[in-house]
């Protein structure tokens, strides 16, 4: 099965720039996803990594270390509309449709 | 295109009532998810289709629930009886066949806006 762990909650200033860390232990590996989730609205898709190393997507970017089982997301110049849930997501190595949802990160940003 | 169409978008309903939820996927889609999402436990994927038929059905907690897919363009989610403990938001996905990429296939999915149930 997939065990993955991020942190509950975290707070920052617009402006700023904050790290979602998600860690994961899996049997196998076969890609990870990143999704943001404002309340009361439906995930949608922000990073994938399969190789090591960062992506970089406008202020957006996530970064991937397979051998430590570890990636990040980090949010820069943070706006007051990046308040939301960020999820964490690993694929089922023997299934490339399969997705393991972390319990998500939520993301606060205050003025 | 219009995205994943899910309805009915709130459902309230009484413990022992047959509940049905529907979902139409993105056109040309040939996967298709069910998740449940709670604070307890987050996002679960109940039951993925490809091209109709059910691949993996293993996160269906019970008996109690079934999905169907009878066409590309059209799946429901099915409880009976519905209980209290079955109170959350069920999110319908859809995704393309493997999008190829230097570092692999992506096969984002792409959500509905959610059913959220009640059961009292």
């Known amino acids: 099965g997939q065990n993955i762990d991020q942190p509950t909650e975290m707070t920052a200033t617009e402006g700023a720039i904050v790290q979602i860390n998600c860690t994961y232990q899996t049997s196998g590996f076969n890609g990870l996803f990143w999704y943001q989730q404002h309340a009361g609205e439906a995930p949608t898709f922000l990073s994938y990594n399969v190789l090591d190393g960062l992506e970089e997507k406008g202020r957006f970017s996530s970064f991937l270390s397979r051998s430590k089982g570890y990636s990040y997301l980090l949010l820069k110049e943070l706006q007051m509309k990046d308040s939301a849930s960020y999820l964490c997501?690993?694929?089922?190595?023997?299934?490339?449709?399969?997705?393991?949802f972390g319990a998500g990160t939520t993301v606060t940003v205050r003025a | 295109d219009a995205g994943v169409i899910q309805s009915p978008r709130h459902e309230v309903t009484e413990m022992g009532q047959e509940v049905t939820l529907r979902c139409k996927p993105i056109?040309?889609?040939?996967?298709l998810f069910w998740y449940r999402q709670t604070m307890m436990r987050g996002l679960e994927l109940l039951i993925y289709f490809n091209n109709n038929v059910p691949i993996d059905d293993s996160g269906m907690p019970e008996d109690r629930f079934s999905a169907k897919m009878p066409n590309a363009s059209f799946s429901t989610l099915k409880i009976q009886p519905s209980e209290p403990r079955d109170s959350a938001v069920y999110f319908c996905?859809?995704?393309?066949?493997?999008?190829?990429?230097?570092?692999?296939?992506?096969?984002?999915?792409?959500f509905g806006a959610g059913t959220r149930l009640s059961v009292l």
């Open positions: 056109s040309g889609h040939d996967y």
């Open positions: 996905a859809s995704s393309p066949v493997q999008q190829r990429t230097f570092g692999g296939a992506k096969n984002i999915q792409y």
């Open positions: 997501a690993v694929r089922d190595p023997r299934h490339d449709y399969k997705l393991s």
